[in-house]
Every structure is written in C-alpha cells, then in structure tokens.
C-alpha cells in the first residue's frame, strides 16, 4: 500500500510564491520518479515537473525559470517552489510517484491541492 499526501496550497497575488509539498509512504521501490501535475477546470491533467532520484528534472515549458522542484530521497518527500506566479497556474496540483521494478509498474496520486493566483 502507498500513500501520497500533498499540502501547501493556496490563494495567492499574481507575482507571488508558493510551495507545495509532497510526501510518500508505505511500499515504496528503489526505482521512482516523483513528480507534479496540475489540472484546471475543463482542461486535461497536465504535467508541470518530474524529479528523478538522480536529480534529473523536466518542466513544463510554461513554468521553466518560475518553478523549481527537488525531492529528499531519504524522506520520500517532493517539493514544488513556485515563483512569480499567474493567473494561468491556477488549478488543481497532483503529487505523483511512479515507480517499478522487474514485474511491475504503478502511478501513485494524491488527493491534489488547490493553488488559485489572482490577478
């Protein structure tokens, strides 16, 4: 069994910051990708930052040079820093963990929270 539990949302200016946290338990595999997704009304679920446990990293071209995600390994624990925020950017945020092994591959989600900037 695999929890994932976000927190750290929110109601925020336009230019403003906030960071959202993301924690994982329970069976977790060496193999994992951790990550963020956001969904706004009416719109597909879409990818905003994924973290190896390397460290890799890849962005969602609309939020590249705002966002910044980073993870603790140990911990199982996943950061989004959100910067310079807007209007756009509001939606729904997902954490997820993807993870596998020889014979099995899963997705993992939270529950999501709510980031709303206003203009």
């Known amino acids: 069994q695999v929890h994932v539990v976000e927190s750290g949302g929110g109601l925020v200016q336009a230019g403003g910051s906030l960071r959202l946290s993301c924690a994982a338990s329970?069976?977790?595999?060496?193999?994992?990708?951790m990550g963020w997704y956001r969904q706004a009304p009416g719109k597909r679920r879409e990818l905003v930052a994924v973290i190896t446990q390397g460290g890799g990293t890849n962005y969602a071209d609309s939020v590249k040079g705002r966002f910044t995600i980073s993870r603790d390994n140990a911990k199982n624990t996943v950061s989004l820093q959100m910067n310079s925020l807007k209007p756009e950017d509001t939606a729904l945020y997902y954490c997820n963990l993807n993870q596998w092994n020889d014979s099995n591959r899963r997705d993992y989600w939270g529950q999501g929270t709510q980031v709303t900037v206003s203009s």
């Open positions: 329970g069976s977790i595999f060496r193999l994992n990708v």
